[in-house]
């Protein structure tokens, strides 16, 4: 890695980036000691301008970004590091520091479609339909879809299996609708879930390890 350092006074800008959902999370700035204590440590520390000094992100509130990668770009002038967020990254509390939340994609927009048709009423719409014909009707479908999608597993038609797990997923949605829910909802249960099983003590010092390990090849 050949950063130039002098080329901006001694710090370089960083941008962290969340390593699983590409969402940009902050930008912060580095000199020399504190890009290597970042890889001596696999966890960010920045040079804070306001304070003169190294500052390991996460420091006082146990929010740290655990280095996964880091890149530097074509004029070797500004870093990339792709990090795994230990909690909301930004000191308001938020995901990111540029006022957004994490990218929800297009399943989400299917989902607010399926609202809409929903509370719309739409003529001739399968899945207003559906969702008048009750929970169990719905309950149904998914299990119906379900069955599907385990009996395409079994053979090799790729084109199908993802047919049968969108089937699957699309109705899906509908019955979180029967029951007033939505997919944050079930989102919020995942990441208790992984924040209970995967940022542990013991599962922090192993994960920093192996991208000491790793940094240290770099």
């Given at each position: ?15 962290i ?21 970042t ?24 929010n ?47 989902e ?78 995942l ?28």
């Amino acid at each position: 890695m050949t950063i130039n350092f002098k080329k901006s006074g001694g710090l370089v800008p960083v941008i962290i980036q969340n390593t699983h959902t590409l969402q940009v999370l902050m930008l912060g700035y580095m000199n020399e000691e504190a890009l290597e204590k970042t890889k001596a440590e696999g966890r960010v520390t920045f040079f804070s301008r306001s304070q003169n000094r190294l500052w390991t992100k996460g420091e006082t509130s146990g929010n740290y970004l655990i280095v996964n990668e880091i890149r530097e770009d074509c004029d070797n002038d500004t870093l990339l590091i792709k990090a795994l967020p230990q909690g909301p990254t930004c000191h308001t509390g938020a995901t990111t520091c540029f006022s957004e939340e994490t990218p929800k994609g297009f399943i989400y927009e299917l989902e607010k479609v399926i609202e809409q048709r929903i509370e719309a009423k739409t003529e001739g719409s399968y899945t207003s339909r559906l969702f008048n014909s009750g929970v169990n009707k719905v309950a149904q479908k998914v299990g119906e879809e379900a069955v599907e999608l385990v009996i395409e597993a079994k053979d090799n038609n790729i084109d199908l299996f993802k047919n049968e797990a969108a089937d699957l997923l699309y109705h899906f949605l509908i019955l979180l609708k029967t029951k007033a829910l939505k997919l944050e909802d079930i989102e919020g249960v995942l990441k208790g879930r992984h924040k209970k099983e995967s940022f542990s003590d013991s599962g922090k010092k192993n994960h920093v390890c192996k991208i000491r390990d790793y940094l240290k090849q770099i």
